[in-house]
């Protein structure tokens, strides 16, 4: 059976646009977003590790290594089960960093741009065999359908191969890969085709593997009874299964695998840079072995079905030699499916992420675009030129190799050569000590031994097995585990001495700490050189361009949830980092570190005496708890008790750093000050509103440690305070700032202020009392002497004169009577007998008492009120009711202008009115007027109290007050309203 090339060309370009279909059809949201971020679409994803050779070279690898072929399968299965120790730590890094590569994960912890450039370009190596294999495989199955007929032995013995259809897929993986791969230049969004279109290869694969098994055993053997009998048969079969392989080329062969998680560009980039969530990776650490088991039960059965049928493909092929030598067009074609499956999702992933690798770390460090130029433009097209670049170098090996290595050979050169990585992955994570130093020289290391034994004999006639001589009981086959444990040894050497004799700066050990899984960043508060976000865009407008630069802050700023406005240093210091992260994501870790350090850099010697940046610290401590046991989370939950109770103490409590920097501000102090916390964390002192940021910030500098009876005023209210101060000593260690301790002490003053006012009454009304005294037993002298007259003489002048003395004599009594009844009114206790109360007169005398000061505004009271209508309450408590509202009244109206007081009866209650033609009463001040203390007036001409003892006084007659403000649409005022209970006469 074979097929025409014109059909398998159809059939390849039919399904190529497929993927193009899936991937267009996620991209624009036709499929649901909850879909595509299903931590199973990851896990499928992650299927991307089963390239061409996990459909075809890995039966070879059984062929050749029996049970060892399983290593393929648990080495990365055991990277997944053991995430929370390798995968999550990287993750970790690579979300908060945006890094999208190995490269950018271990620029940013070696903090050179030689460790990037250096990994990229030996990447650029050992991934050109991986990119062979799959070609190979893709031409190679072609040739295979299009030859070779049942029982044809002529196989590959023709010089070319199907290299124009080979060359055809390349194309198409360029154009898919620039149309899905490139379209976001950054870490940030996750490329949602290409997560879609790599899902469904996986599924295609994992169908075309567990078909092809099934029809090995029951269609070649007749089931498994038959396939168990066929082996008792043939124990020569089984034989080669269990021939041992050597101890340390198993190990090694499952240190390769296990590697390859991280090591392999395409497993990196789908793994992090795709990562939907934390919740994903969980999903994926138990998924991915079990897609991998899915995926390595039929191995076994093709490879025994293919001996079996005698077939004359080489085992590597045996899955596609199973559809042809049963004739069956269906499976041959479902299997050719699964490999071209395979292949394109390697070639595309694996493409992608070391475009964006090379881009990083080998062009922008050495070439970047003019400011006037799009750079976002420019990267989009360079990535695009390097995807084209790296597919055609990678067909341009296959043909230079010409088919001579097997897909074994290959796929093996290409882990063992990225398994060079591995030692500086894992110094990152577990050894702070490592140095930039000696992970290159142990990288050149074994790279260059990797090189000479596995690369150069692939594509020059070397002979290699002089690694003999530094590796005992060599055998040739196993070339590949000798160059393996060489290599690694010599690279892990060279490292470890290197690093252990040279010095580590101090970037490289803060990126140590922030690395370590065992530790978290602690970073200093140190002032930057820009005070706002306009500042750092054009700072960083003048290597990025104006456009760029304002496109990343802003980004910046939307991702932190901050405004453009912000100006606190601790927000400042935060958006620095985030505007690193984004521009690591864009440009490559090295080259964002270095531009940002250069432009956006921080006050020389502000890092002296400032202390660590505690509230960044809590907030990674807030991420970080879910990781945290045993007595790291007793401390942790002991550290939050401890803050809550701080927060929720009754008196206000700022803590500041020695550099003036607010590093707390409890709940009572923001309520006080009406400044919340989250506006103050982080900024200055003097940074806040007035009058707190200067008032603050003089207290800090005053020798005094207490001040008492601070006043403050807001809206119109008054408030009073304490201060109080010490200094943070922590023992053994440099004291880092202050404490200040703000004690609201309103409702104390207001008590004094209270008794104060109540004494002075007393004492004025004991001061009237003995006026009265005083001045009535003279008057009554006066009164009774005028009164004599009228019987002393008959002279008419005389007598009137008397008259007029009788006249003058009542009115000082009742001048005197009146004080006296106001003075009583402040003086008694809050016990009142309520009774009738003749509205009319009380008004009359509250405005006779006011007639009496002359210095004040001559203003008409025009006492408007019905003669008739009485009110239930206390006449000498009204009558202070009536004055201060009254004397407010002429306080607030022009000259010579009226007030007016009129009553209405309404439902049994009597509506007193007191309308004044002043400027009104705003909107805000009306919710507050009868607060205690609160005035408009100006400082020492009001107490704020007459209203606050007019609404008691009302509220005690079991009365109410209300305000209106203007009192008329067009003549302005105010209006004072009263109701009090009617008393009907009689």
């Known amino acids: 059976m074979s097929f025409e090339l014109s059909q398998l060309f159809i059939i390849g370009i039919g399904y190529l646009l497929l993927l193009f279909g899936i991937a267009h059809i996620a991209d624009r949201g036709w499929i649901p977003e909850q879909l595509i971020r299903h931590p199973l679409t990851y896990v499928l994803s992650l299927g991307v590790f089963a390239s061409a050779w996990s459909i075809y070279g890995v039966v070879g690898l059984a062929h050749e290594y029996g049970y060892g072929f399983l290593s393929y399968y648990l080495g990365v299965a055991g990277t997944f089960i053991f995430a929370p120790l390798l995968l999550l730590p990287l993750l970790r890094i690579a979300r908060t960093y945006l890094h999208s590569s190995l490269a950018d994960v271990l620029t940013f912890r070696y903090r050179t741009q030689w460790a990037g450039s250096l990994m990229t370009l030996f990447m650029v190596f050992a991934v050109w065999p991986l990119l062979a294999l799959q070609i190979q495989a893709v031409a190679d199955s072609l040739h295979i359908l299009t030859t070779i007929s049942a029982g044809d032995d002529a196989l590959f013995t023709k010089e070319t191969r199907h290299n124009e259809l080979a060359f055809i897929f390349c194309l198409a993986i360029c154009l898919f890969t620039i149309s899905f791969g490139s379209k976001h230049l950054t870490a940030h969004e996750r490329h949602n085709g290409l ?119 080489p085992p590597e092929y045996f899955t596609l030699a199973i559809g042809i030598e049963l004739e069956s067009s269906a499976l041959a074609i479902l299997v050719y499916l699964g490999g071209l499956s395979a292949a394109s999702g390697a070639v595309i992933v694996t493409t992608l992420a070391l475009a964006s690798m090379c881009l990083k770390h080998l062009i922008l460090p050495v070439y970047r675009p003019s400011t006037d130029r799009d750079i976002y433009r420019w990267l989009l097209w360079i990535r695009r ?41 894992l110094a990152a994570l577990y050894w702070q000590g490592a140095n930039r130093k000696g992970f290159i020289a142990g990288l050149i290391t074994g790279f260059a031994i990797w090189f000479v034994t596995l690369l150069l004999p692939i594509i020059t006639s070397f002979d290699p097995t002089f690694i003999g001589k530094l590796y005992f009981s060599l055998v040739y086959d196993d070339l590949w ?137 809590e907030g990674q401590l807030e991420n970080y708890k879910v990781h945290l046991t045993g007595l790291a989370a007793d401390l942790d939950n002991l550290r939050r008790y401890h803050r809550q109770t701080l927060q929720d103490l009754p008196v206000g409590v700022c803590s500041l750093g020695q550099d003036g920097e607010i590093l707390m501000w409890n709940n009572a102090i923001a309520n006080f000050t009406g400044i919340s916390t989250f506006d103050v964390i982080g900024s200055s002192l003097r940074s806040l509103p007035k009058p707190w940021g200067e008032l603050l910030a003089d207290f800090v500098h005053m020798p005094q440690a207490h001040l008492y009876k601070q006043h403050y005023e807001d809206s119109g209210s008054s408030y009073w305070f304490n201060l109080h101060k010490t200094l943070v000593d922590a023992e053994g260690e440099q004291a880092d700032g202050r404490v200040i301790v703000l004690e609201d002490t309103t409702d104390v003053q207001m008590l004094e202020d209270e008794l104060m006012h109540s004494e002075r009454l007393a004492s004025i009304g004991r001061l009237a009392a003995g006026v009265a005294h005083e001045i009535g037993n003279p008057v009554t002298g006066i009164a009774c002497l005028a009164q004599n007259l009228r019987y002393d003489t008959d002279n008419p002048e005389s007598l009137e004169t008397g008259r007029e003395i009788l006249v003058q004599t009542e009115r000082v009594s009742k001048i005197v009577q009146t004080l006296v009844n106001f003075a009583h009114s402040g003086t008694e206790s809050a016990s009142h007998e309520l009774g009738p109360v003749h ?148």
């Open 195 to 313: 997560v879609a279109a790599i899902a469904f290869e996986s599924v295609i694969k994992l169908i075309a593997m567990l078909v092809v098994g099934l029809a090995a055993v029951y269609q070649v053997f007749g089931g498994f009874d038959g396939m168990d009998q066929w082996l008792t048969a043939n124990p020569q079969i089984v034989s080669l299964l269990n021939f041992p392989m050597r101890e340390d080329s198993s190990r090694a062969l499952l240190l390769i695998f296990f590697s390859a998680a991280v090591a392999m560009p395409h497993l990196f980039h789908m793994i992090f840079a795709e990562n939907p969530n934390v919740k994903a990776m969980l999903t994926a650490s138990w998924g991915v072995p079990l897609f991998l088991m899915l995926m390595s039960l039929p191995v076994l059965p093709i490879l025994w079905a293919g001996f079996k049928l005698e077939t004359v493909i």
């Open 385 to 425: 030129i390097l995807i084209v670049c790296i597919i055609l170098t990678g067909y341009a090996f296959y043909r230079f190799i010409a088919g001579r290595e097997a897909l074994s050979s290959l796929g093996l050169a290409a882990f063992i050569g990225t398994l060079q990585f591995f030692p500086g992955v």
């Open 481 to 617: 585990s000798a160059v393996t444990i060489v290599s690694l040894g010599m690279n892990m050497l060279v490292f470890g001495v290197v690093s252990v004799i040279t010095s580590t700066s101090e970037e490289e050990k803060n990126a140590a700490e922030v690395c370590a899984t065992d530790d978290l960043n602690r970073p200093t508060r140190r002032l930057l050189s820009v005070q706002s976000p306009e500042q750092m865009k054009d700072q960083l407008a003048t290597a990025l361009g104006q456009r760029t630069a304002q496109r990343e802050v802003d980004r910046a700023l939307y991702d932190m949830q901050m405004s453009d406005s912000e100006s606190r240093p601790f927000a400042l210091r935060r958006l620095r980092y985030r505007v690193e992260a984004n521009l690591s994501g864009l440009l490559g870790p090295s080259v964002a570190h270095d531009m940002v350090n250069q432009l956006l850099p921080y006050e020389s010697g502000s890092s002296a005496g400032s202390g660590e940046d505690i509230n960044l610290i």
């Open 839 to 986: 509205i009319k007169s009380c008004v009359e005398e509250a405005i006779h008492l006011l007639h009496l000061n002359k210095e004040a505004k001559q203003m008409r009271f025009e006492n408007q009120c019905e003669d008739e209508l009485y009110a239930i309450g206390d006449t000498q408590r009204l009558l202070q009711v009536f004055v201060n509202l009254l004397s407010n009244a002429r306080d607030a109206s022009p000259e010579q202008s009226a007030v007016v007081v009129d009553t209405e009866l309404r439902n049994q209650q009597v509506y007193i009115n007191v309308t004044d033609c002043g400027s009104g009463i705003s909107k805000e001040h009306q919710e507050q007027i009868f607060d205690p203390f609160f005035t408009t007036k100006e400082a020492g001409e009001g107490t704020g109290l007459g209203l606050s003892l007019v609404y008691s006084i009302v509220d005690d007659l079991n009365g109410n007050i209300s305000v209106e403000s203007p009192a008329d649409p067009v003549r302005g005022g105010t209006r004072f309203t009263l109701r009090l209970y009617h008393h009907q006469q009689g």
